[in-house]
């Protein structure tokens, strides 16, 4: 078995499907890390991802890579874009790749956009630019560097991302708006 079907067969299992979009994110980790010198074969502590959709690319690079929000290695950036940073902790080098603008004489079938996806020369589909991504400390994984209470709801908040507010500790929820509202 080919590497690239291995990789989309380890994004099908996690995602439940092949479609353009585990496609693209197959793709894109290939790319990225190539590009940093990692196998994406073999799994690696040393590597941080950035994303900018929540769409299917993202399962695939969390399936391949093994990055998650919960070992704080995935980040996700709400950018609306096929795009993906890859960071090598180890080395600091940081690559960034993005998907062109689809063309539009793609085929419409999405079976189809997947097998064009797959097959389809890296430079037709994807730009690739080193980058330089400075992470705070506070945004590593681990442990919490910093924990502090919300003066207005009570709760605890992690990580550095309170905002002090009259010199008082205030959660981004009650200091910006909810996403939710209580009942």
Do not use: W
Not at 157 to 165: A, G, L, P, T, V
């Amino acid at each position: 078995m080919s590497t690239i079907d291995t990789l989309l067969q380890k994004a099908k299992e996690f995602h439940g499907e092949i479609c353009p979009g585990i496609v693209m994110g197959t793709r894109m980790t290939m790319a990225g890390m190539r590009e940093l010198g990692l196998d994406p074969l073999t799994k690696t502590h040393d590597l941080i991802v950035y994303v900018e959709i929540d769409r299917c690319a993202t399962d695939a690079i969390q399936a391949i890579t093994g990055v998650s929000l919960g070992h704080r290695s995935l980040k996700h950036m709400n950018y609306g874009k096929f795009a993906a940073t890859f960071i090598n902790t180890k080395t600091g080098k940081a690559v960034r790749v993005a998907s062109l603008p689809k063309n539009p004489n793609q085929p419409k079938d999405m079976k189809e956009v997947a097998k064009m996806i797959c097959n389809a020369p890296e430079e037709e589909i994807f730009t690739i630019k080193n980058v330089q991504v400075t992470i705070p400390k506070e945004d590593m994984p681990g442990f919490p560097t910093h924990k502090d209470i919300c003066s207005r709801c009570g709760e605890e908040i992690m990580d550095s991302k309170e905002i002090i507010i009259e010199g008082k500790a205030v959660c981004k929820n009650c200091a910006q708006g909810s996403y939710y509202t209580i009942l």
